[in-house]
């Protein structure tokens, strides 16, 4: 199958997730990219995601069906008219709410990350939330931390999450670059998820990829697969909440390890990039 993707800016972390995804099943070769703008050093793809680069194997407009990002409406419409097919993806990976395609008769399929719990939405919306793109892990012989969480504000609970664990004598951690942030998250016991501007974000799906017992909000999105409340995770609703259950799983240190290790079997099972490919392909 050839496929092409449409994304007017990296990052972009769904359809780049979607991407990766895509480039682990079909092999570069299946899979022409249209990234027409590009964001860090040198020009280059978000610093997440390999194999992007190099020479496109076929012209977009061969492709056979075609995934595009809902920065790029304007991009896939000129391929609908050129090619005359409409086996077209459309990937709202922003953290508004309303939907970004007005039109849905455009497409065969719109994938929404915010799909919000409780509303109803068009047969053709469906949900795909962010997943793990898979990185170097190392086997942890020991746990160096109780407790990580490192986040900028982009929500005011965020503030509210850092002043509880300050209080409780588990500051954030500092920035730090990829390869520190990933070694920290893989030395910790437990890691803290809480929402950005949209409900996903994606140390959602990095804590536990990475091993520590992930201690999450409660998404108000829909998560299909999600991980297992008091298995594979233990979800909090507020700061107190969180405060009460973060201390007994520091207490109990071996259930806690293995929330961890759930989590990691159910993020390698059902979270991983492939994943979110292999659901879009299927659309398809």
């Known amino acids: 199958m050839k496929v092409g993707v449409i994304s007017s800016g990296s990052p972009d972390y769904l359809i780049d997730i979607v991407t990766d995804g895509l480039i682990r099943l079909l092999g570069r070769q299946s899979v022409s990219l249209d990234y ?73 399929v719109y994938f929404k990350r915010e799909y919000l719990k409780g509303r ?13 793109i898979p990185e170097p892990v190392f086997e942890r012989s020991e746990i160096k931390e109780k407790v990580f969480y ?20 588990f500051p954030p951690a500092p920035s730090r670059d990829k390869a520190a942030y990933n070694s920290s998250i893989m030395s910790s016991l437990v890691g803290i998820s809480v929402r950005g501007n949209g409900w996903d974000t994606y140390r959602y799906w990095e804590i536990p990829y990475f091993g520590a017992a992930m201690l999450a909000q409660r998404p108000g999105i829909v998560i299909p697969g999600d991980f297992v409340d008091g298995v594979e995770v233990v979800f909090y609703d507020d700061a107190a909440d969180m405060k009460r259950k973060l201390l007994r799983m520091v207490e109990d240190v071996n259930r806690t390890v293995k929330i961890g290790e759930a989590g990691r079997k159910a993020s390698l099972e059902r979270h991983l990039s492939v994943n979110r490919a292999r659901t879009v392909l299927e659309a398809l």
């Open 150 to 169: 490192s986040g900028s504000y982009t929500h005011p609970f965020r503030g509210e999450v850092s002043k509880t664990l300050i209080e409780i004598g």
């Open 36 to 108: 027409n703008q590009r964001g860090g050093l040198g020009g280059a793809f978000a610093h997440l995601f390999s194999g992007f680069q190099g020479p496109e194997p076929f012209d977009i407009f061969e492709s056979e069906v075609l995934i595009a990002s809902s920065r790029s409406a304007a991009a896939m419409r000129q391929w609908i008219r050129k090619t005359g097919k409409k086996a077209v993806a459309f990937i709202d990976g922003e953290d508004s709410d309303p939907l970004a395609l007005h039109d849905l008769n455009e497409v065969k």
């Open 120 to 132: 109803n939405y068009p047969e053709k919306v469906r949900p795909l939330p962010f997943a793990a």
